[in-house]
């Protein structure tokens, strides 16, 4: 007696499943956060020293008054505007939490690089 299917059964014995449409993958706000803080304390850390090794206090205020808000605020506000004009122009869907994070990650490698240019 034999109790086996058959192999080319016609019946599947799974479902074939539909295609679901899947949410977009975001970075958790967390990391997004922790990399701006980090960045944040990259940016600043140097100062500290200037200030330990006697520069002028207004020399390194006014550099800072620069340079921080160009990695804190510009890098990433540059892949947000950047995210935005490839959704409009090609119709891509990058989300603009994602592209705020990439603009913080890349602010954050851009300032190591630098110091370990200068150091």
Known sequence: MNTQKPINSSVSPEP???????????????????????????????????????????????HAAVIVPAFMIGIPLFFWLGSRILNKLKGLHIASWNAISLGYLTSCIAMLWLMGTYS
């Open 16 to 62: 074939i499943k539909e295609k679901q449409s899947q949410a977009p993958s975001l970075v958790p706000k967390g990391i997004t956060i922790g990399m701006a803080a980090f960045a944040l304390v990259l940016s600043l850390s140097g100062y500290g020293f200037r200030l330990l090794i006697g520069d002028d206090v207004g020399e390194v205020l006014r």
